[in-house]
């Protein structure tokens, strides 16, 4: 019996994006640029993606969230919605998703460059990690501890991680105001990068063993949030 996983990654103030998942293989992804209309379309866009592949909710085996860091707004929005659709099927398991990951794997499903996203924070700090290319079937390395870093903190990490940085490919979110904080230094260029269904959904896909009730799921931040 294939099994199938639906993915929600609204982290972004900007983008949503679906990813459905059956078997072993993506069978589709919808990213969309809603922005703040993001509580009120979600219900109604998931039931026109589901319905594309001619399934619903009730044929979900498990359920994947983008948990954070990013959008307050939107982390309330995507966690609250994953919870009612994981209830509404019968409790079904829910993975949650790092925010960082997700973005990395954007990448690192196609690059064998270290991948180190950035999203922006706010108060001069950046929400970010550095993960490497994985084994075959298995999730990315973490080489550098995710959480919010000043500018001064993200150098000394990123140094200190043992990782060449001129072999590393940072991405991020908003790559302009990255550029700014870190204006005569490294780390950089930086890559604009988005949220991907497809990718989102085949890492939830590396995770099942993550698989949490709804109830235990919760938005998670490395700091007070002043962002959303």
């Given at each position: 019996m294939t099994r199938h996983i639906l993915s929600i990654n609204c982290s972004s103030a900007r983008w949503t994006a679906l990813g459905l998942?059956?078997?072993?293989?993506?069978?589709?992804?919808?990213?969309?640029?809603?922005?703040?209309?993001?509580?009120?379309?979600?219900?109604?866009?998931?039931n026109f993606f589901l319905g594309s592949f001619s399934l619903k909710v009730d044929d979900m085996?498990?359920?994947?969230?983008?948990t954070?860091?990013?959008?307050?707004?939107?982390?309330?929005?995507a966690v609250a919605f994953t919870q009612f659709l994981s209830w509404a099927s019968g409790e079904k398991p829910v993975i949650p998703l790092s925010s960082l990951e997700c973005l990395a794997f954007t990448r690192l499903n196609r690059s064998k460059q270290p991948v180190c996203p950035l999203l922006w924070?706010?108060?001069g700090?950046?929400?970010?990690?550095?993960?490497?290319?994985?084994?075959?079937?298995e999730p990315p390395k973490e080489e550098m501890h995710p959480k919010a870093y000043s500018r001064e903190e993200f150098q000394k990490a990123l140094l200190a991680s043992g990782t060449d940085t001129g072999e590393v490919l940072f991405i991020?979110?908003?790559?302009?105001?990255?550029?700014?904080?870190?204006?005569?230094?490294?780390?950089g260029?930086?890559?604009?990068?988005?949220?991907?269904?497809?990718?989102?959904?085949?890492l939830a896909g590396l995770y099942k063993d993550k698989a949490i009730p709804p109830r235990a799921v919760t938005a998670r931040y490395f700091r007070d949030p002043d962002i959303g």
């Amino acid at each position: 019996m294939t099994r199938h996983i639906l993915s929600i990654n609204c982290s972004s103030a900007r983008w949503t994006a679906l990813g459905l998942m059956e078997g072993t293989s993506v069978a589709g992804e919808m990213n969309l640029e809603l922005g703040k209309r993001q509580s009120s379309i979600l219900p109604s866009l998931v039931n026109f993606f589901l319905g594309s592949f001619s399934l619903k909710v009730d044929d979900m085996d498990y359920f994947a969230v983008v948990t954070g860091p990013g959008s307050f707004t939107g982390l309330k929005v995507a966690v609250a919605f994953t919870q009612f659709l994981s209830w509404a099927s019968g409790e079904k398991p829910v993975i949650p998703l790092s925010s960082l990951e997700c973005l990395a794997f954007t990448r690192l499903n196609r690059s064998k460059q270290p991948v180190c996203p950035l999203l922006w924070g706010g108060g001069g700090k950046v929400y970010s990690a550095l993960f490497s290319l994985p084994a075959t079937g298995e999730p990315p390395k973490e080489e550098m501890h995710p959480k919010a870093y000043s500018r001064e903190e993200f150098q000394k990490a990123l140094l200190a991680s043992g990782t060449d940085t001129g072999e590393v490919l940072f991405i991020s979110d908003t790559p302009e105001k990255c550029a700014g904080l870190f204006s005569g230094s490294f780390p950089g260029p930086f890559e604009a990068a988005v949220p991907r269904g497809a990718a989102d959904v085949l890492l939830a896909g590396l995770y099942k063993d993550k698989a949490i009730p709804p109830r235990a799921v919760t938005a998670r931040y490395f700091r007070d949030p002043d962002i959303g």
